[in-house]
């Protein structure tokens, strides 16, 4: 069992993800859970392990996470897995009188259409998710109203704070290439192309949509400032990088293929796969209230990091 300063409880749900690894190097002192705790969608072995934990406060980092073509392939999957696993774990907090939740909602939930970019956190219910991972995006809708609610039910012992990340990528991502985000993948093709000398790298998509990337160690260590501090608020609160780090998928991959140091493969972008939403331009306006000073990992420097271990770490995280 660890403490923080003030001696309370911290347990983060999904601990062993992408995000959960980058958090446990900034945070070792938290309780970290996986699938091996407890199944969140299993109501009463989630009541009974908070029982056994007592947490003060709780990180919500466990969610079905998956890339844009297992989305569109298994919508209705991710609704139903998010949306019990996201019930259970706040009826959890409601039971075992949880004083703060951290919860991770994400930028791809926000309406496809009719809302202002970049993203502001009062846009997200303006409209129908994008088609392609509509069945996350409404359990995570739902996460947020339900904590809300049960926030506002709790005449102040509860305090909710919803971070909206930008898409993520880190040392611990899944490169499963049949599960991977856009990072991960590109970072296993171009090593396997590379490695095999293939004549041509070929990428799924026209290359033409744009993202903005947060490195998973910026993420933990906002969280960590939301755990630290006394807030007396709920809080809805996008984190992204500035505007001007957004770049297309083209651009991404000459960066990653830079990083490899392979000279100028032949690139194919196989322009009849959909690619998702074009753009969700967000921006870093609004961490700033929180956090003026907060100083973001460039994508240069992120993918510097994550290469190499890749490749050193092929074996083990290729699966
Ligand atoms: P990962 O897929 O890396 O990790 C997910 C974690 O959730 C794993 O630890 C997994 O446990 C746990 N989990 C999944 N299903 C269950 C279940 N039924 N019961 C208990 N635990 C379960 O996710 P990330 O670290 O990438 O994501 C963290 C959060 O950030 C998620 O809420 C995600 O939606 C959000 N997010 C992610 C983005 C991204 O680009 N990755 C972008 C924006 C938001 P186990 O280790 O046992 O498998």
Redesign the pocket.
Known sequence: MTHLKGSFTVVV????????KALQTFAPEFTYL???H????DKNAVLALFEKLKPDVVIH?????GGVYDNMKHNYTYLV?NTQ?HLNLLEACRVHQVSKLVN?????IFPDEGVQYPLTSDQLHQGPPHASNCGYAYS?RFLHTASTILSQSSNGTLRVINLI?????GR?D?YNLERA?VIPALVHKTYLAQKHDTPSLVIRGAGNARRQFLFANDLAKVITHFVAHEIDHDVACIVSPPKNHEISIKDLVHEIVHVFGWDTPRILFEVDEDEGQFCKTTDDMELKTYLPDFEFTSLKEGLGDIIPFFCREYDRLRT
């Open positions: 749900t999904g601990g062993h993800g992408l995000v959960g996986s699938r091996k407890a199944d969140l969608r980092l466990a969610s079905h996470v897995d696993m991770i909602l994400s930028t791809c995570k990340p930008t898409n993520l990528y611990y899944q985000h």
